[in-house]
């Protein structure tokens, strides 16, 4: 009796440009128009960043790349499982064929190319000694407050970080309250529910601007309710100190909009002051109650089940800053504060030229490094670049980078590890978010990585420069 013959093996065929190529159609997990592709700064040159597939984060990679040749068109993505999903762009996809047919197609080894082109990715490195330089050393830690600053009415103002969920972006689409005051803006959707938005600026009796560009909602919790603050812009962040933060005198306690006011911080040494207003007491019940009883019974409930429950890890917060067009995210426990770009820096001889100098922070002397140069080697090209100061441990150091936009609140389930993409600056993104309207991923830089990264990257290049100057 003849012998079964053997199952064929199928071949996935595609294209590269003009060539037509085969991978096992056993590793295809499935086939996709290119997707919204995050580009990951100095990653691996075949690596084209990653994108959201079926709610899984993936490495998309150029298979002529990968092959050593230019890219062409790129009109669809193969994912293919290798020990997790990765994602192939080509140029177009043919068929399957069995083995009999695949003789006139040249397959290639999907592993073997991305193991080349993906090196695996090293342990990181213990936290060094660190990068800044401080004026007092060994001075005892001081307890601080951090602040949120914005514009409202041609002043600055601030919260206490701990009461802000977040701060968005205005959106041109905003359901208005019929019969409301000028306190009352309107209604939003956010994060699965209805957020009701009203004007800080009409709240403390100063003239209301017209919405921008630069328009940021600050979303607060008032009693049981989360409500969105509409400001003129977003200033910075800033971690102060308790001794420089005062009560409101007296006199001032009047019971009008200045009753507000819960604090008044000396910013600069006393040269500025800045505001520090009481969430609990921005709203007359007046005003709650006319906003509430313009949402329907079912909007309330949604508001109130969307309503994060503090102390249980489900939302974390996220600065968002930009460099180029790419937005990035860094941890907001890890920033100290964001400061604009002082009109001179003190040059660090011999320094790389993505250091551009040192400037002193509260008594601190730090460097300033362009993320831009270092991401994209090219310099800042901000209207108005924001220098974040970030600081673990001991390691300390400002990062220029070309705008700060908002601090995003995400859920858990809307964070993802970064897939392993392999060595270089790839090493500082750890994990990857998907953002609430937004078709793409933002990448979450590593704080620690992005500190020891910018001292090994200093203490080499300064290393190098002595070599060569050496005798």
């Given at each position: 009796?003849?012998?079964?013959?053997?199952?064929?093996?199928?071949?996935?065929?595609?294209?590269?440009?003009?060539?037509?190529?085969?991978?096992?159609?056993?590793?295809?997990?499935?086939?996709?128009?290119?997707?919204?592709?995050?580009?990951?700064p100095?990653?691996?040159?075949?690596?084209?960043?990653?994108?959201?597939?079926?709610?899984?984060?993936?490495?998309?990679?150029?298979?002529?790349?990968?092959?050593?040749?230019a890219?062409g068109?790129?009109?669809?993505?193969?994912?293919?499982?290798?020990?997790?999903?990765?994602?192939?762009?080509?140029?177009?996809?043919?068929?399957?064929?069995d083995?009999?047919?695949?003789?006139?197609?040249?397959?290639?080894?999907?592993?073997?190319?991305?193991?080349?082109?993906?090196?695996?990715?090293?342990?990181?490195?213990?936290?060094?000694?660190?990068?800044?330089?401080?004026?007092?050393a060994g001075?005892?830690?001081?307890?601080?407050?951090?602040?949120?600053?914005?514009?409202?009415?041609?002043?600055?103002?601030?919260?206490p970080?701990?009461?802000?969920?977040?701060?968005?972006?205005?959106?041109?689409?905003?359901?208005?309250?019929?019969?409301?005051?000028?306190v009352?803006?309107?209604?939003?959707?956010?994060?699965?529910?209805?957020?009701?938005?009203?004007?800080?600026?009409?709240?403390?009796?100063?003239?209301?601007?017209?919405?921008?560009?630069?328009?940021?909602?600050?979303?607060?919790?008032?009693?049981?309710?989360?409500?969105?603050?509409?400001?003129?812009?977003?200033r910075?962040?800033?971690r102060?100190?308790?001794?420089?933060?005062?009560?409101?005198?007296?006199?001032?306690?009047?019971g009008?909009?200045?009753?507000?006011?819960?604090?008044?911080?000396?910013?600069?040494?006393?040269?500025?002051?800045?505001?520090?207003?009481?969430?609990?007491?921005?709203?007359?019940?007046?005003?709650?109650?006319?906003?509430?009883?313009?949402?329907?019974?079912?909007?309330?409930?949604m508001?109130?089940?969307?309503?994060?429950?503090?102390?249980?890890?489900?939302?974390?917060?996220?600065?968002?800053f930009?460099i180029?067009?790419?937005?990035?995210?860094?941890?907001?426990?890890?920033?100290?504060?964001?400061?604009?770009?002082?009109p001179?820096l003190?040059?660090?001889?011999?320094?790389?030229?993505?250091?551009?100098g040192?400037?002193?922070?509260?008594?601190?002397?730090?460097?300033?490094?362009?993320?831009?140069?270092?991401?994209?080697?090219?310099?800042?090209?901000?209207a108005k670049?924001?220098?974040?100061?970030?600081?673990?441990?001991?390691?300390?150091?400002?990062?220029?980078?070309?705008?700060?936009?908002?601090?995003?609140?995400?859920?858990?389930?809307?964070?993802?590890?970064?897939?392993?993409?392999?060595?270089?600056g790839?090493?500082?993104?750890?994990?990857?978010?998907?953002?609430?309207?937004?078709?793409?991923?933002?990448?979450?830089?590593?704080?620690?990585?992005?500190?020891?990264?910018a001292?090994?990257d200093?203490?080499?290049?300064?290393?190098?420069?002595?070599?060569?100057?050496?005798p």
């Amino acid at each position: 009796m003849a012998s079964a013959p053997a199952l064929s093996e199928q071949t996935l065929t595609f294209s590269v440009g003009e060539r037509r190529l085969g991978l096992p159609a056993s590793i295809v997990l499935e086939v996709a128009p290119v997707p919204r592709i995050a580009r990951v700064p100095h990653a691996p040159p075949a690596l084209l960043g990653v994108a959201s597939l079926r709610g899984a984060v993936v490495p998309v990679l150029s298979v002529a790349r990968l092959l050593g040749e230019a890219d062409g068109a790129m009109e669809r993505v193969v994912v293919v499982d290798l020990d997790g999903p990765v994602g192939l762009a080509v140029t177009g996809v043919s068929h399957v064929v069995d083995d009999r047919e695949a003789d006139a197609v040249a397959r290639i080894d999907v592993a073997a190319l991305v193991a080349r082109a993906i090196p695996a990715r090293p342990q990181r490195r213990a936290a060094g000694s660190g990068i800044a330089v401080s004026d007092v050393a060994g001075t005892a830690q001081t307890e601080t407050v951090a602040l949120v600053a914005f514009a409202v009415g041609g002043q600055d103002f601030a919260l206490p970080l701990a009461t802000i969920g977040e701060v968005m972006r205005l959106p041109p689409e905003i359901a208005r309250m019929p019969h409301a005051d000028g306190v009352v803006v309107g209604t939003i959707a956010a994060r699965g529910a209805v957020l009701p938005l009203l004007s800080l600026a009409a709240l403390l009796a100063l003239p209301v601007q017209p919405a921008t560009a630069r328009s940021r909602i600050v979303v607060v919790r008032i009693g049981a309710h989360r409500v969105g603050m509409v400001v003129d812009a977003m200033r910075s962040i800033a971690r102060v100190p308790e001794s420089e933060i005062d009560p409101v005198p007296q006199a001032l306690n009047r019971g009008g909009p200045e009753a507000r006011i819960q604090a008044i911080c000396r910013m600069e040494g006393g040269g500025r002051l800045l505001s520090v207003l009481a969430p609990d007491q921005l709203l007359r019940e007046d005003i709650t109650a006319r906003l509430l009883q313009g949402l329907s019974g079912d909007e309330q409930e949604m508001t109130d089940a969307a309503t994060p429950t503090r102390g249980h890890g489900e939302d974390e917060r996220f600065l968002l800053f930009r460099i180029g067009e790419d937005t990035f995210g860094l941890p907001i426990a890890a920033v100290q504060e964001i400061v604009p770009l002082p009109p001179r820096l003190t040059p660090l001889p011999k320094a790389p030229d993505f250091v551009l100098g040192v400037m002193t922070v509260r008594g601190q002397v730090i460097p300033v490094i362009d993320q831009s140069r270092r991401f994209h080697g090219t310099p800042t090209a901000g209207a108005k670049p924001r220098v974040i100061v970030v600081q673990i441990g001991t390691l300390t150091a400002g990062f220029l980078v070309d705008a700060v936009s908002e601090v995003a609140q995400v859920a858990a389930a809307e964070l993802r590890d970064a897939p392993e993409l392999g060595t270089g600056g790839a090493r500082v993104f750890d994990r990857v978010a998907a953002l609430d309207g937004r078709d793409a991923l933002v990448l979450i830089v590593s704080p620690q990585e992005l500190l020891d990264r910018a001292e090994r990257d200093l203490l080499a290049s300064l290393g190098r420069k002595a070599a060569k100057t050496a005798p």
